[in-house]
């Protein structure tokens, strides 16, 4: 069982950043054997993977972030971060941390590709992203 835990949510005017944490623990946690991803829900708009990052450093962006958002992991803190800038309040939402099983060498394409995230086996609680104009 893995538990993730999303942080670093909150309210901010367009143009400016955020940065999430997602945490991640449990007995059968491994970082090299779990692919991340964030993913984004917000009422009255399609659910939408936002980025990946597999345990062999590809990453995957939605093109709507691409530019803007930054995926990144620290092994030694179990913690994958979302780097946001360049807020637009298109980007409002509540963020969810997920994480997918995979091979240590697999690339995001084949470990946790953004566009089925029903491969992912773990969620977190989500935190929310509010950008106002």
């Known amino acids: 069982q893995v538990t993730l835990v999303e942080s670093g949510g909150g309210s901010v005017q367009s143009g400016g950043s955020l940065r999430l944490s997602c945490v991640a623990s449990?007995?059968?946690?491994?970082?090299?054997?779990?692919?991340m991803g964030w993913f984004r829900q917000n009422p009255g708009k399609e659910d939408e993977g936002v980025a990946g990052?597999?345990?062999?450093?590809?990453?995957e962006y939605a093109d709507s972030v691409k530019g803007r958002f930054t995926i990144s992991e620290d092994h030694d803190k179990n913690t994958v971060y979302l780097q946001m800038t360049k807020l637009d309040p298109q980007d409002t939402a509540k963020y969810y941390c997920a994480a997918a099983r995979s091979h240590p060498e697999a690339p995001i394409s084949l470990a946790c590709p953004l566009a089925i995230p029903t491969n992912m086996d773990y969620w977190g609680e989500g935190t929310q992203v509010t950008v106002s104009s």
């Open positions: 449990g007995a059968g946690y491994t970082p090299n054997k779990y692919c």
């Open positions: 990052i597999a345990s062999d450093g590809s990453t």
